[in-house]
């Protein structure tokens, strides 16, 4: 059995990613705040296994307990393939000038978008330390850290945390017995929630919010589907890991 704990389930990338992942060998544990019906109902239907956990991230000090949870199923069988890892779930507010910026909105950012992911890759690696198995973590960042943007000071810096997040467990991992291996990803910009919530900014809260919303009208967006496919060919492929950070999905395979 292969295994996928993925966060950020009930929509967008990560809802692709996990849609497309459902197979009859595969045991998928998904982590958002609102539930997703359709992959409950598509997994009964082709008898795989999901376990969605209804969670907010916001709460770090309960995700030790969750990992217990999902890891005392996965432990029980006793022919595990593979476990991936795919910390997806993020948020983009706080949009606007850093000064205008409220404090509960920079804190939930970086806990979602940052801590959750490190607490999140902590609990994996210690539940899978001493498994002698395939093990992979893709952590999903953005070009934002490559290419700043005005009013998004938080969003930029909680991804470029996650990137050096990413480098750091690399580093630890190569001398470890059994290795985790990890990538942080960045996707292309793609049609979800996400990007309806950057069009919608007023111009004097973010200057660029024209060009993206000719990227829209031109039709230029990712669908969350490409997307996924990319990210899943990327998450399987045997050279997984050898780059730490992959700006180009599409130059992966
Ligand atoms: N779309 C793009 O163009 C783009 C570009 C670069 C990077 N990314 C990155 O790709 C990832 C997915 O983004 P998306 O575009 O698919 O966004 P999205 O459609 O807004 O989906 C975000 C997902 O994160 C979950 N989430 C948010 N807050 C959460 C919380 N407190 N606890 C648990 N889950 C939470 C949401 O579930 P609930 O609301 O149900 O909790 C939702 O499933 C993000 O990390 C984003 O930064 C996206």
Do not use: W
């Amino acid at each position: 059995m292969k295994y996928f704990i993925i966060t950020g389930t009930s929509r967008g990338i990560g809802a692709s990613l996990a849609k497309q992942l459902l197979s009859e060998n595969h045991h998928i544990f998904c982590i958002s705040r609102s539930n997703n019906q359709e992959l409950v109902n598509i997994s009964k239907e082709i008898n795989c296994k999901l376990s969605y956990y209804q969670f907010d991230l916001y709460n770090i000090n309960k995700i030790d307990l969750l990992f217990e949870d999902i890891f005392q199923s996965i432990k029980n069988d006793s022919k595990i393939e593979s476990i991936y890892l795919i910390n997806n779930a993020g948020v983009l507010s706080p949009i606007g000038p850093c000064e205008e910026n409220t404090t509960d909105d920079i804190l939930t950012n970086v806990n979602i978008n940052l801590i959750a992911p490190m607490v999140i890759t902590s609990n994996f690696i210690k539940h899978t330390n001493s498994l002698n198995l395939d093990k992979r973590i893709m952590n999903i960042s953005s070009e934002s850290v490559k290419y700043l943007l005005p009013s998004q000071s938080t969003y930029n810096t909680s991804k470029a945390g996650l990137d050096s997040f990413s480098k750091s467990i690399n580093v630890e991992q190569t001398s470890k017995p059994f290795p985790v291996k990890v990538a942080s990803v960045y996707p292309g910009v793609t049609d979800t929630e996400m990007q309806s919530e950057i069009r919608s900014v007023k111009k004097e809260d973010f200057l660029f919010v024209e060009q993206f919303i000719q990227l829209s009208k031109e039709r230029k967006l990712q669908t969350p589907e490409y997307t996924a496919e990319k990210l899943i060919e990327l998450l399987f492929s045997e050279n997984f890991g050898d780059e730490i950070i992959v700006e180009d999905l599409t130059f992966t395979t």
